[in-house]
């Protein structure tokens, strides 16, 4: 079955029914973490809302005013999940969020293009393309692409543009001998007859059941950002179609305003002025680590001369790592005396060290890692590792102070 999405791509807005609606759930990925949300999923006599396949995202838009989350294929139907339930037999307007819609259409396209011509310019077919939020990518069967032909492939697709070529969509029965002289990309595995095709005029034949644009001047223009290397070697073709195009421009001349403003020079002395930038870094990154190695010399020499010293010393410094500590443990003779020390900023986590006599270090280790809620391990008098919490390390100095304080 064909959609009404299908078969004019560029409907916004349709009239429909609501067969049928049973409850559902829908998984969802929000900030990184996966939940499961209640709803609806919601049939209708026909949709303008494209469900996802063939490479191609899924459409957003209203049924009324509900909105519409998600739309999926089961067999020749398509499946919209919603918030609120829809009475079967009610009479409906579908909207569909129309930007996200031409954008999935310029990507498609686009991708038809590139693969057609990198297949008759080279030789490189295409084994599969992902269509990204910001950026998409076509997997061409070649281990690399030259920047000479990524420069010739690029001009080749723009002049296709600029030749105002119609995209015209034609459905053939399964027996039909026509489907021999198509390339399958595209085709889902379940799919029935009549069979889709998207004929780029002269350039390329594809069986595809996603959304296009009726000419390739609706396009605008192509860029093709580079290549990367690929699975199994092959390579990734990353590109933009039409207004991800400018919306990259216009995010680029951005970026290079502000750093106009920060590095004080115009656009081709930037990486001059970043590479020096690091450099200095660098050196001040250099500089600070001898002065903190020192630091921590000083430290220790400065308890072991201290009349009062005891047997425990203790000392947290928000600039370190585990060699600062190291150099402290080491210099102060820890089969006497009990060390802790911490580095890193109080509300987020650190790093510990605990050092001194074996056994007692074995002791109080887990207790103080536990006391930290941190990650680590300990052997022969030291105990040290990562900390989510710098919260509790003034009970966890009490605890070792008053353990030294008891012993003979």
């Known amino acids: 079955m064909a959609f009404q999405c299908q078969r004019d791509c560029y409907m916004q807005e349709f009239p429909t029914s609501v067969v049928s609606c049973s409850p559902g759930e829908l998984k969802q990925e929000i900030n990184g973490k996966k939940i499961t949300v209640k709803g609806f999923n919601v049939k209708l006599q026909d949709t303008i809302l494209f469900p996802e396949g063939g490479g191609q995202p899924d459409d957003h838009g209203l049924i009324g005013d509900v909105p519409v989350v998600r739309v999926t294929r089961q067999g020749t139907e398509a499946v919209h999940f919603v918030a609120s339930a829809l009475e079967p037999g009610q009479e409906v307007l579908l909207k569909v969020d129309w930007e996200r819609r031409f954008d999935h259409m310029q990507q498609h396209s686009g991708q038809h293009l590139i693969s057609a011509l990198a297949e008759s ?15 998409s990518n076509v997997e061409l069967d070649t281990p690399s692409l030259k920047p000479a032909q990524v420069e010739a492939l690029e001009a080749a697709v723009n002049e296709k543009i600029r030749a105002h070529i119609p995209v015209t969509v034609q459905n053939l029965s399964l027996d039909d001998h026509d489907l021999e002289k198509v390339r399958s990309r595209g085709l889902p595995d379940d799919a029935v007859g009549p069979i889709r095709i998207i004929d780029i005029e002269g350039v390329d034949a594809n069986m595809c059941c996603g959304t296009h644009v009726s000419n390739l001047s609706h396009l605008q223009v192509i860029k093709l950002l580079g290549s990367e ?50 450099k200095t870094v660098k050196a001040v990154q250099k500089s600070n680590l001898i002065l903190l190695r020192d630091m921590a010399i000083l430290v220790a020499q400065n308890f072991k001369l201290n009349p009062e010293k005891g047997n425990f010393f203790t000392l947290h ?13 080491n210099e102060i003779a820890t089969e006497e005396t009990l060390v802790f020390l911490t580095v890193g900023e109080d509300k987020r986590p650190g790093l510990f060290l605990l050092a001194g006599p074996s056994q007692k270090v074995a002791d109080l280790g887990p207790r103080v890692l536990e006391m930290l809620q941190g990650k680590g391990a300990g052997k022969n008098g030291r105990f040290q590792g990562k900390i989510n919490s710098m919260a509790r390390r003034a009970e966890v100095e009490a605890l070792l102070l008053e353990h030294c304080k008891s012993e003979p």
């Open 121 to 135: 310019m080279f030789g490189y077919n295409t084994t599969s393309w992902e269509m990204g939020r910001q950026r």
């Open 317 to 329: 410094k928000k600039e370190g790592d585990n060699e600062f500590m190291s150099i402290i443990a």
């Open 229 to 278: 290397k690929g699975k199994k070697n092959k390579t990734n073709l990353i590109f933009l179609v039409g207004d991800r195009v400018l919306k990259y421009a216009e995010k680029s001349f951005s970026v290079e305003r502000s750093l106009v403003s920060l590095l004080k020079t115009g656009p081709d002395g930037h990486i001059d002025a970043v590479d020096k930038i690091q």
